[in-house]
């Protein structure tokens, strides 16, 4: 299903309640061709899902995701949460009540993110395991 949005010039999908934005495509029916054609190539068993604790997210939101039935899955966290097994700390928002946009640079003069902190190709390497 698709609705439109003031402001925005491409199709915007719908699946329930969370709206996907298909900013690379001109017609609704140019992104539902792609969106079917992609998901026929999803395998489930090797899904990665990655979330923040941004955007209103609650504790109980970080609870539910953890207990998610996906092996490869992780959430970036602005605080340490050690009862939380797919939890990954990254250090420097401890005061924003949330983690801080994820291209975020740690400061003026590095050419490091906050996120370069997570180790993504071990993630990937070790769910082949």
């Not at 969106?35 to 939101?61: H, V």
């Not at 291209?103 to 071990?122: H, Q, T």
């Amino acid at each position: 299903k698709f609705t439109t949005e003031e402001g925005i010039e491409y199709p915007v999908g719908l699946l329930k309640d969370i709206k996907i934005y298909f900013q690379h495509y001109k017609t609704e029916e140019e992104a539902k061709a792609k969106w079917n054609e992609r998901a026929k190539r999803m395998d489930y068993d090797k899904l990665f899902i990655l979330f923040t604790d941004r955007d209103g997210c609650t504790e109980q939101d970080i609870v539910e995701f953890d207990n998610l039935p996906y092996k490869n899955k992780v959430i970036f966290v602005n605080k340490p949460h050690p009862n939380i097994k797919s939890a990954v700390y990254i250090r420097g928002f401890e005061n924003d009540g949330c983690v801080g946009p994820c291209m975020a640079y740690k400061s003026k003069i590095s050419y490091k993110k906050y996120y370069d902190d997570f180790d993504y190709v071990e993630w990937f390497n070790l769910a082949e395991k």
